[in-house]
């Protein structure tokens, strides 16, 4: 991953009414009333803190985006990266086996951002809440230097049971997924490319993932015995389950070529094969099964075995290792 | 509040090791194993998300610290950093009466950002954790463009009893306060005047503030009708609870006279006066008790009566309306 570009102010900045020309009470007033709540919200945003009647073990978990380096105001709407941060962070949630209940959300951005795209931001971020059952409990405002914004999502949720780590696929299991595989990815180079027209569906997707909030929880009951949720890729996120498993898992080339092949009239055989094996930000659920467990909805895309003499665990396809690959925040490439 | 300026990289980006040289997973290796654990936390920082044991309605709250706006490289150490946006937290969850029991931390900086500085910031954090009793629950690492540097921290907690709101101050009600008033801006304005030597614990209270975190839980627990931590000034908060509970509350300036005394020699009457009506990030407790109800450790500095006719809820001091003032992120002033 380069390095985030210092940006000249784009159009989220020189439309409209600024944020600066509001005081906080003010901006406040404007957002608050478009969140959701929840009948176990006890206590709503705008005390120090909110409280949220909870049942079961908590989950727990944060995820940020930034201007530039997650989204583009070129491509993305307020509204679309409301949807987004909502929905990769309660993918994280249900990835653990829960449910989400509850959202806190900060912005930090340039006081010349316009309040209009703020508004519109919270509109995407109240709609992926109400969609999936979940209360805004609370927030926080500030500002930052000339060009940037970013939007930092913490989301909390509950267990109905034991949560699905990562670490507990076992030899004989079934790897499978619930949702699509590599469709993110196609959108982001169809923007790149300025083909959006190819295939909408795929941009759609990069724009507002759709994670498969409630295969969470069924796989947990279903007894998975490892989940997440593909945020860096295929490879990358199944050599993650592999590892913390010590296990190996066996990709099947052709349980992949249905996904391929949806991509390949788009961006041709061989990037349609990068986005379904590489591709990030998807949020579709990854799990290991013991075989013959395997829940509606969920579809096999290999197998789990010990590793042989000497062989690290890890991620095969075909029976060929493949490095893990993928999103990387810091390192220069 | 003024726009945040464009920074030029500092000390803490041009020194040691820059954080694009390590990739995610060896930066994680580094930050994870100095963040402390609690015998609640059922699944620690590394899978899709953390999972806690809880007890009781769940206290939830964010608050983000932004280079440039709420700390300057030249004055704050990363671990300054790191304790303070813990105790900022973990006092919001403390105004509300509850126990705080974790936190979720987001590091989005430049990647320029030196290692170094990273891990003095993670001592900082981890230090202020510990010192709590409180978990580190997991959290982010994101790239920013140059210059920028931000941490953000969600404080969860539980409590024992009814929450403790901004609205319940009655009249006949005594307003109180636990901890200290005009530290922290006197330690600012000394750092601003290059004279921390004139009152060094105020400049310590300024980059390390102390909530008095025992004392939320014990004022719900005594009666407390009304609570917040004083981050925005004494008016200005003081203003709010008079205002969400449709009182007037009445300051009384010689209960005061001590505090400003403590500042008086190191800045003079005035701007003692100031700190101590005005001065920001303080983070002690301000409550309101019904008269007999003071738990140890409070002191009473005000009174809580009906409006009289026509007379708007806020507060007065020695029986004179004042406006209140403080923080504010976006107005340019």
Redesign the interface.
Known sequence: ?P?????ERGPMMTGGTP??????DE?LGRILPGFPSSDDL??APG????????SG??????????L???WLDAWSSGADIGHKVVAQNL???A??G?RPT?V?V?L?A???LSLEWVLDHVRGLAEACLDAGVAV????????????V?V?V????H?DGE?V??SGARAGDVLAVHGSLGLADAGLRLLQADAVDRLPVAVERQRRPQPPLAAGPEAAAAGATA???LSDGLLRDGGRIARASRVVIDLDPQALAGDVAALTGALGSEAALDCVLAGGEEHSLLATFPAGALPEGWRVIGSVRAPSDGEAAGIVVAGRAVAHTGW?????V
């Open positions: 991953m390095n985030v570009q210092r940006l944020l600066r020309s509001l005081d906080e901006l006890v206590v005390d120090d803190a909110a409280v949220l009647r909870v073990p908590l989950v727990a978990t944060t995820d940020t985006v930034v530039g380096r997650d993918a994280d949630v990835a653990m829960g509850g806190l900060t930090v340039d006081p010349e409990l609370g927030g926080d405002l500030s500002s930052a230097p000339p060009g940037v970013m930092s913490t989301a909390l949720g267990l949560p780590l990562r989940m997440l949720d990387d925040h810091f390192r220069t």
